[in-house]
């Protein structure tokens, strides 16, 4: 095996110019923006497109070069295979599939387990696998309730099984996508490097999929805790028994012939009212019109301090709190369920307000759970984030639009949901025909995806309105902000002097460990940044380095593919995590416990599988 110490000790060293310092800087300033999310990641995008443009003395980025990822192959393909997901995810295909499977399951865990496996990672290698996700988590949920397993034990092997699901093919994931398009543009230097095909990778992607499922069945959810029990009580599970109260609006109250806003403005900001029993009647989620009547009873959602304020409201006194779920979704007028702040969201970035969400949504707040951790006293002003979520009580045609809605996902499955299932052989046939004009080289797929989405369209599968509803918008900026990001690392020679960099501090190493390495870095930077920007800085220094040291570039751009795909040690690295994090109930180190052997056993599979191969 070839050793690099020989060629570290013969290689010149590149001259380190201001055009690379000034690459590095704004190369610096991505990564803080990413790691400290101080803005939303589309705007962090936009201002890497002024910054590179601005600075074009030293990065070699016009305008035109600076805009040229919104117009980029790459760019395109994602955002057409992300509307083809939406449209198969509106046929309810995927529920019904993720369903058969649960009958399967039983409460056996490990059959479970691999019931979800098998819903997932197929799936995930023809579509977007952030819908899939998002359409399996209730149905995941309802599979361990049904079994009387925690939830916690299935939802981040849910996430996992998608992510390498998306390594089975081209489009299982963007950043697949990307990658083949920097590698096509790289093979203008390097000869080994080219456009990948549609099953490029497919064998190896298939034993990642093996090993990864062996890997949760057996061993992964023994390092899973019960976060959440089996068929929890959300009431208890949240905590907020305590701060949801009744009162009745006693005769001769004022508040009566007054509505909901004028009793709200009473209680004050603190309270919100989230029923209103009526002669047995439960209005949920009352809007602020409605009027109040004598003898109502109003059940609120308070905070500790503004419960001792709600005995000196006049007109209204305290009669009791609800205990149970099946306290307050008695008559079945309302269903309490968890809803997950999504990716392309309205709430992201929005303080808390629950007489405001009460009336967008139709649903009343109830509790909130963050970064893992339960906000039980005060909820109003609380900033929300991706992967937060709220616990809400909702009617049945509510959660049913919800979940047709791009702002939250939801985490028990309405009871009657509404799909297109006639339109379902259709749009598996445009999937089909996607494929297959891509795999035979007929078309590019960006061609074949593109016609793909007309034909989507034109036999009704989706409404022309729905097309932007599909799309993950920060998902194309972010890659049309990091490909002239790219560009300005390879024509500054940012990324020949990162290459040298690895052959001289690396030069003891055989290169299978050098391979290794690519893959651990990119592993641990995409947990810190986004998978589709790991790529583009890291795919141009791999094919450098492999050049520098004789080795194969394409299985450098291999395993730096794989491993920005698969991450496994937090809830950030892969949107996906975040959608499991409520739901869960998980904390930050379940993540690390469960994805740090996976990690490291997929490594040494996917680097031996890339030597094999590909050679090295």
């Known amino acids: 095996m070839a050793i690099l110490a020989s060629i570290a ?14 690459v590095f800087g704004v190369v610096a300033l991505a990564l803080v923006l990413f790691l400290t999310e101080r803005l939303p990641i589309d705007v962090t995008a936009i201002l890497l497109i002024v910054v590179l443009v601005l600075l074009e003395p030293w990065t070699g980025i016009d305008p035109s070069t600076g805009i040229s990822g919104f117009a980029n192959d790459a760019t395109i393909t994602v955002l057409a295979m992300l509307i083809l997901s939406g449209g198969v995810a509106r046929t309810g295909v995927v529920q019904e599939l993720g369903r058969r499977m649960a009958a399967f399951a039983g409460d056996n865990i490990q059959k479970q387990l691999l019931a979800t496996i098998v819903a997932t990672s197929p799936v995930s290698g ?36 998608s992510q390498v699901g998306g390594m089975l093919t081209l489009i299982g994931t963007s950043t697949n996508i990307l990658a083949s398009d920097i590698s096509a543009r790289l093979g203008e230097e390097y000869a080994e490097l080219h456009r990948f095909s549609m099953f490029e990778f497919t064998q190896l992607g298939a034993i990642v999929v093996i090993v990864g499922a062996l890997y949760l069945i057996f061993v992964g959810h023994y390092l899973l805790p019960e976060r959440v029990p089996p068929r929890a009580d959300y009431l208890e599970t949240y905590d907020v028994g305590d701060y949801i109260v009744e009162v009745a609006v006693v005769p001769g109250s004022p508040l009566a012939g007054g509505s909901v806003s004028e009793a709200t403005a009473a209680f004050g900001t603190d309270i919100d009212i989230v029923q209103i029993v009526r002669a047995g009647d439960r209005s949920i989620a009352p809007r602020r019109e409605t009027p109040l009547q004598e003898g109502d009873t109003l059940v609120v959602r308070t905070d500790r301090d503004a419960i001792t304020m709600l005995e000196d ?23 309490i369920t968890e809803l997950v702040v999504s990716l392309d969201s309205r709430l992201v970035g929005e303080r808390l307000n629950p007489e405001r969400f009460r009336e967008e949504f139709n649903a009343a707040v109830l509790g909130l759970r963050q970064r893992g951790e339960l906000v039980a006293d005060r909820l109003v002003g609380k900033r929300l984030e991706v992967g ?20 939250v996902i939801v985490a028990r ?49 989706l409404k022309p309105n729905e097309l932007y509803d599909a799309v993950e918008w920060d998902i194309i900026f972010l890659l049309a902000g990091v490909i002239p990001l790219g560009i300005a690392l390879e024509q500054s020679g940012g990324a020949a002097y990162l290459a040298w960099l690895v052959v001289s501090t690396a030069g003891f190493l055989p290169t299978l460990v050098v391979l290794w390495l690519f893959y651990i870095v990119t592993g641990l930077i995409t947990e810190m940044i986004s998978n589709n920007a790991s790529v583009v800085l890291l795919v141009p220094v791999a094919a450098a380095s492999a050049a520098a040291i004789g080795s194969n570039p394409f299985a450098f751009v291999m395993a730096v593919t794989f491993a920005a795909s698969t991450a496994f040690l937090g809830p950030i690295g892969y949107q996906t995590n975040l959608f499991v994090y409520g739901p869960g109930g998980y904390r930050f180190s379940d993540y690390f ?7 490291l056993i997929l490594s040494v599979v996917t680097v031996l599988g890339i030597a094999y191969f590909w050679g090295i």
Do not use: H, W
């Not at 000790?9 to 000034?22: E, H, M, R, S, W």
């Not at 339109?423 to 891509?438: C, W, Y």
């Not at 416990?593 to 990690?599: F, T, V």
């Open 9 to 22: 000790q013969t290689a010149a060293q590149p001259d380190l110019t201001t055009d690379i310092l000034v």
């Open 388 to 407: 937060d979520t709220l616990l809400v009580q909702a009617p049945p045609e509510t959660l049913d639009r919800l979940s047709r809605r791009d702002d």
């Open 413 to 461: 499955e309405p009871p009657q949901p509404e799909y297109r299932a006639d339109k379902a052989p259709i749009a598996l046939a445009i999937m089909l025909g996607v494929v297959a004009v891509a795999a035979l080289e007929l078309y590019p797929i960006l061609i074949s995806a593109l016609a793909g989405v007309v034909a989507m369209v034109v036999t009704g599968v």
């Open 126 to 161: 023809f579509l977007n696998n952030t819908p899939v996700v998002a359409l399996l988590v209730p149905v995941v949920t309802d599979v361990a309730n049904r079994g009387n397993t925690s939830p916690s034990k299935l939802l981040i092997p849910l996430s996992y099984a």
């Open 593 to 599: 416990r469960i994805g740090a052997p996976l990690q």
């Open 313 to 335: 409201v006049t007109g209204v006194e305290l009669v009791g709190d609800p205990r149970s779920d099946a306290d307050l979704e008695s008559g079945n007028e309302g269903i």
